[in-house]
T-cell receptor
Framework: AQSVTQPDIHITVSEGASLELRCNYS??????LFWYVQSPGQGLQLLLK??????LVQGIKGFEAEFKRSQSSFNLRKPSVHWSDAAEYFC??????????FGTGTRLLVSP | DVKVTQSSRYLVKRTGEKVFLECVQDMDHENMFWYRQDPGLGLRLIYF???????EKGDIPEGYSVSREKKERFSLILESASTNQTSMYLCAGTWRGGRGYTFGSGTRLTVV
């Protein structure tokens, strides 16, 4: 069955430091991959998505992600974290019929 | 982008009540989904629909049903609410062949 693994439940990063959130997926075909962010009490906001082509995709708020087929990974990165980036981040894969399967999420804490 | 509206942000219901969660999107086609979000479990798919009067079970359909009488409206029904259905419920609509997803802001349901 298709699945998404986000191995880090919590990550703490100092403001201004770089960030990488890990995501591994299990899916037989070429995946459609997504990263979403959720602030407390809010819905999900799309950060970026990958369908095909260039494996490095740029998103909103200065985020980027790199698709690595050989590693079945789609890690999210940001060169310099801001306090407003503190939130929960979800990786997801489109498994067909446009259904999304989500990882369990990574909560990002930003220290001053 | 598609706009997805969930009619209630917060609901408190009693055990055994029949509960309706409403979701409306502003396009009259494409698929709609209901997810449930719980801490440490991410988002799990309850039901989805790709046309009027059509529905498909997701990963956790037990205790839920859905209704789609019009393309723009997709309702989640808890026939007899139980305390283990206390959760955040998120509705989503897709567009552009599954390349775009929009989530509603969520309904936090508490069953007492």
């Amino acid at each position: 069955a298709q699945s998404v693994t986000q191995p880090d439940i919590h990550i703490t990063v100092s403001e201004g430091a770089s960030l990488e959130l890990r995501c591994n997926y299990s899916y037989g075909a070429t995946p459609y991959l997504f990263w979403y962010v959720q602030s407390p009490g809010q819905g999900l906001q799309l950060l970026l998505k990958y369908f095909s082509g260039d494996t490095l995709v740029q998103g909103i708020k200065g985020f980027e992600a790199e698709f690595k087929r050989s590693q079945s990974s789609f890690n999210l990165r940001k060169p310099s974290v801001h306090w407003s980036d503190a939130a929960e981040y979800f990786c997801a894969v489109n498994t067909g019929f446009q259904k999304l399967v989500f990882g369990t999420g990574t909560r990002l804490l930003v220290s001053p | 982008d598609v706009k997805v509206t969930q009619s209630s942000r917060y609901l408190v219901k009693r055990t055994g009540e029949k509960v309706f969660l409403e979701c409306v999107q502003d396009m009259d086609h494409e698929n709609m989904f209901w997810y449930r979000q719980d801490p440490g479990l991410g988002l799990r798919l309850i039901y989805f629909s790709y046309d009027v009067k059509m529905k498909e079970k997701g990963d956790i359909p037990e205790g839920y049903s859905v209704s789609r009488e019009k393309k723009e409206r997709f309702s989640l029904i808890l026939e007899s609410a139980s305390t283990n259905q206390t959760s955040m419920y998120l509705c989503a609509g897709t567009w552009r062949g599954g390349r775009g997803y929009t989530f509603g802001s969520g309904t936090r349901l508490t069953v007492v």
